[in-house]
T-cell receptor, first 113, second 113 residues
Framework: KQEVTQIPAALSVPEGENLVLNCSFT??????LQWFRQDPGKGLTSLLL?????REQTSGRLNASLDKSSGRSTLYIAASQPGDSATYLC????????????FGQGTTLQVKP | NAGVMQNPRHLVRRRGQEARLRCSPM?????VYWYRQLPEEGLKFMVY????????ESGMPKERFSAEFPKEGPSILRIQQVVRGDSAAYFC???????????FGSGTQLSVL
């Protein structure tokens, strides 16, 4: 059974810091992995998607890496800003014929001005 | 290009009533997914549909819950005879293809009195 764990559960940093959020999964047979952010009371915003054959994806100040063999992904946020404050979720997809994303519990990030 | 549209935003029902949640996918997206987020829990997959077809309903409770995505119109998640335990945020997502990013709506918050 696939389980997704995110560490830490919460993180508070001063503005401008670079930071890394961690995601681990127990079954390396994944189709892809996606990072989302969720703002309080709102839906999820897709940040980055990494296919199983890829090692990393970048978008602006965000960089996500994937190491399938060790069951790990990281989301790197450069030069953090107060607007980055949100809950960050990673989710793995087992196969293309299933819509089932298995989500981690999330890391709640607070960036202090 | 409007995002995934869900309505209503908030829905209040008394025990035993029916709840109907609607989801219009992004333009050009024919894959729809429903997820549920219970208080203090992570997002859990419910069902994956393509136009007129249920592809994966492995996360749907066996009774009282049903979903459809007709040829015309929005996808509907229907909960019959609601109970207090059905109170949750229900999120819909859509994608253009099965291996592409999922885009989420803002959710419907269901409260059962």
């Amino acid at each position: 059974k696939q389980e997704v764990t995110q560490i830490p559960a919460a993180l508070s940093v001063p503005e401008g810091e670079n930071l890394v959020l961690n995601c681990s999964f127990t079954d390396s047979a994944i189709y892809n992995l996606q990072w989302f952010r969720q703002d309080p009371g709102k839906g999820l915003t897709s940040l980055l998607l990494i296919q199983s054959s890829q090692r990393e994806q970048t978008s602006g100040r965000l960089n996500a890496s994937l190491d399938k063999s060790s069951g790990r992904s990281t989301l790197y946020i450069a030069a953090s800003q107060p607007g980055d404050s949100a809950t960050y979720l990673c989710a793995v997809r087992r196969g293309g014929n299933t819509g089932k994303l298995i989500f981690g519990q999330g890391t709640t990030l607070q960036v202090k001005p | 290009n409007a995002g995934v549209m869900q309505n209503p935003r908030h829905l209040v029902r008394r025990r035993g009533q029916e709840a109907r949640l609607r989801c219009s996918p992004m333009k050009g997206h024919s894959h729809v997914y429903w997820y549920r987020q219970l208080p203090e829990e992570g997002l859990k997959f419910m069902v994956y549909l393509q136009k007129e077809n249920i592809i994966d309903e492995s996360g749907m409770p066996k009774e009282r819950f049903s979903a459809e995505f007709p040829k015309e119109g929005p996808s509907i998640l229907r909960i019959q005879q609601v109970v207090r335990g059905d109170s949750a945020a229900y999120f819909c997502a859509s994608s253009r293809d099965s291996n592409e990013k999922l885009f989420f709506g803002s959710g419907t918050q269901l409260s059962v009195l």
